[in-house]
């Protein structure tokens, strides 16, 4: 089983949707965990960092589930410019080393 | 913010080149970077982590010494890509952390494309 996976995607939605982004990772003692989004042939950035009580930032909602494993991002109110891969990260082996990046799931925003 | 400079941003050489890429984070210390790859359409795969001072890292399947990582100094980290092929052609990044903010995101480099002729 992979560290971390992701839906698979792509997901196609018009503007204005809400979509939701589904991960789960495998080593339990798991730290600290983000969203990344990497648009076309550049690097990923940071989108949000993901804390045990959700976090809301403007548009985007990421929740996590230790006890599932699980975290999720939903973004209300898509635009255009959303449209990118969408990454969810895991730190690795020990606490404050290496992330673990999902696969990453494509989201295309269509007018 | 905290920023991570990463160059060449693209280098096309013919095969059995040595490519040299560095990553420098400008405005923190950083005692472990990663270096990351990339193929087309294909997630981040970590292929080494570079430690100040000491040896790298490396992952299963990544060979030593075909990618070569120096970490001289606590905002320097190279890699250099010996003899390179067109299989090695991909999307290679770079990440640091603060080495005083351990449990903060990494930044990222913008990449370096290379493209083996």
């Known amino acids: 089983r992979k560290e971390v996976e992701q839906d698979p995607g792509p997901f196609n939605v018009p503007e204005g949707a809400t979509v939701a982004f589904n991960c789960t990772y495998s080593n339990s003692a798991s730290q600290s965990f983000f969203w990344y989004r990497q648009d076309c042939r550049k690097e990923p950035k940071l989108l949000m960092s993901?804390?045990?009580s959700g976090n809301e930032d403007g548009r985007f909602t990421a929740q996590l589930n230790r006890a599932s494993q699980y975290i999720s991002l939903l973004i209300r109110d898509s635009k255009l410019s959303d449209s990118a891969t969408y990454l969810c990260v895991v730190n690795g082996r020990n606490y404050g080393q290496n992330f673990v990046f999902g696969p990453g799931t494509r989201l295309s925003v269509l007018p | 913010g905290a920023v991570v400079s990463q160059h060449p941003s693209r280098v096309i050489c013919k095969s059995g080149t040595s490519v040299k890429i560095e990553c420098r984070s400008l405005?923190?210390?950083?005692?472990?970077m990663f270096w990351y790859r990339q193929f087309p359409k294909q997630s981040l795969m970590l292929m080494a982590t570079?430690?100040?001072?000491?040896?790298?890292?490396?992952e299963q399947g990544v060979e030593k010494d075909k990618f070569l990582i120096n970490h001289a100094s606590l905002t320097l980290s190279t890699l250099t890509v010996t003899s390179a092929h067109p299989e090695d052609s991909s999307f290679y990044i770079c990440s640091a952390r603060d080495r005083t903010a351990l449990d903060q995101p990494q930044h990222f480099g913008d990449g370096t494309r290379l493209s083996i002729l």
């Open positions: 405005d923190f210390q950083a005692t472990t």
């Open positions: 570079s430690n100040e001072g000491s040896k790298a890292t490396y």
């Open positions: 993901v804390y045990s």
